[in-house]
């Protein structure tokens, strides 16, 4: 289970923690990146991580993957693996991450809100 304690005080400045490490948000991105950058840099990362553990399993550990993901409403996530692949090794590929990548299960779940006032 994660957990995360944020706060904001005044404009649009977010200053979050999770696992002992503190975010900082900012719409103006003059402190840090906005909301929307630190989810798309958690898909990229958590697919990444996904490729490199197919290529464990097959017993490949030297093995650059880059990615460039973009995100404009809709998501184009282009994955670039340091070797030569076949259509069903990218299709593995592709249905590894769909079963491994939990920041992308999370994009699909409902999100259950509970607003409390003092």
Do not use: H, W
Request: aromatic share 12%; proline share 1%; hydrophobic share 35%.
């Amino acid at each position: 289970m994660y957990k995360v304690e944020a706060k904001t005080n005044t404009g649009f400045i977010v200053k979050a923690t999770t696992e002992d490490f503190l975010y900082e948000m900012d719409k103006d991105k003059k402190l840090g990146t906005t909301p929307v950058g630190y989810v798309v840099v958690a898909l990229s990362g958590c697919a990444l991580m996904c490729v490199r553990g197919y290529y464990l399993r097959k017993g490949i550990k030297d093995i650059e993957i880059k990615s460039n993901l973009e995100y404009d409403g809709s998501f184009k996530f282009d994955i670039e693996i340091d070797k030569e692949i076949t259509e069903v090794e990218a299709s593995e590929i592709k249905e590894y991450i769909k079963k491994y990548c939990t920041v992308s299960q999370m994009l699909n779940k409902e999100i259950s809100y509970k607003i409390i006032g003092k």
